[in-house]
């Protein structure tokens, strides 16, 4: 196939254009390098040092004879640019992933609250646009996230997408109908992938496009099977405040002898996938289509659950490490329950990577490594989400003072 993956420069876009190369497949990455950009913006960097995108396809060729493609587009601003490549290359796929993912950066300032909502909206909405207008008839992927869902159950799994609802009609019967289960974001950022969720529905239903959208855990981790074959295929690893994701800056943290940051009392359950099980998924995806007319089609894509304190012990008793709590940046419930249902992908054969010692072991030795490149002053997370909480973070914004519980 032809596949144009839409932010491959990123962190699980990288990785996923090596898979689908290496399966034979001509891969076209499309990147506005803003993720790259944004780094400089914030003063920090990945833990791993990441060459150039074009340096990386180099290597990739080198090592392996395939090529892969890289085309410099904002997808979100440059309509007739992306517009015409679509119409000269016609993909039989496309997977997006190009939207700013971090919860914390999009609640920074009312500058980065715009930023999020004009960047993946519009990025969306001009892909489905110039889809239809040029006719191609792509299967589009897109990584949506299980923060659509709120996290919070009523005791019941979180469905995959659709809630079977019965509306009682006004002659007294029930009819039954499947909804999308009710949006319930926790930031602006998960509020761009809600409204997301609007657009394909509206674009499956009126054009016939073919959509499927995976709503996926945090991701962790950092190699994967091509990744590891060179230096320079390595993947970019975020352990700053803002674009650190929980359980990667964990491992980082206890490998640099810093104390694992829990917000609040930790007890925060989130949804967890391995990046070799996020990049086998999306493979598994574009293998299933939905047919043309169908509604669009929803993957939960995540494997396991973890409570936010569970792992934070488990990690420092891994590592000897210290456990700091601290106030939470969040405005997020203190304590939650999540039970989601991910059957699809098992069913299609996914054989789910658990958090185990050797793969937990494995990234603690890449942030060893590294970690002469990590800048101690940017591990606080200091984006808070309101007004009020502002304040309680401004007290030791370095995290020079942290209190912690062995
Ligand atoms: P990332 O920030 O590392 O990568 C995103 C890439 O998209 C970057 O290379 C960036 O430069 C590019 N991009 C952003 N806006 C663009 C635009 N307008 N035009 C062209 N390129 C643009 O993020 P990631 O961690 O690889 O996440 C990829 C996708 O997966 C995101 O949509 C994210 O919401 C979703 N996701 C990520 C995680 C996770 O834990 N990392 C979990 C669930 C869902
Ligand atoms: N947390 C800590 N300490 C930290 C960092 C985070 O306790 O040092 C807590 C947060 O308060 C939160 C939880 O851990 O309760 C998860 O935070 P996170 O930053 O790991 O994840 P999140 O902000 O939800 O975002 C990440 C990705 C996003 C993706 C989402 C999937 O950045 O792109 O959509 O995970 S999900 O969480 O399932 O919605």
Known sequence: MKIAVL??????????????????????????????????????????????????????????????????????????????WLSEHQPDAIIHFAEQRAAPYSMKTDRHKNYT???????THNLLNAMVDTGVNSHLVHLGTMGVYGYSTVGAAIPEGYLPVGIETMDGKTVQQDILYPANPGSIYHMTKCLDQLLFQFYAKNDGVRITDLHQGIVWGTHTEQTRRHDQLINRFDYDGDYGTVLNRFLIQAAIGYPLTVHGTGGQTRAFIHIQDSVRCIELALENPPAKGDKVKIFNQMTETHRVKDLAELVAGLTDGKVAYLPNPRKEAAENDLVVKNDQFLELGLEPITLEKGLLDEVVEVAKKYAYRVDRSRIPAVSAW????????NADPEGKNLKTVS
Do not use: C
């Open 117 to 123: 909502v004009n960047n993946n909206v519009n990025a």
């Open 386 to 393: 309101t007004r009020d909480i502002a304040p309680t973070l």
């Open 7 to 84: 932010g491959g420069d990123g962190f699980v876009g990288w990785p996923t254009s090596l898979h689908l190369s290496e399966q034979g497949h001509d891969v076209h990455i499309i990147d506005n390098l803003s993720r790259r950009w944004i780094d400089t913006e914030l003063g920090v960097q990945s833990l791993t040092p990441m060459d150039s995108i074009q340096e990386r396809t180099r290597i990739w060729h080198q090592e392996t004879g395939r090529r892969i493609h890289f085309h410099l587009i904002d997808i979100a601003r440059d309509y007739d640019v992306f517009k015409s």
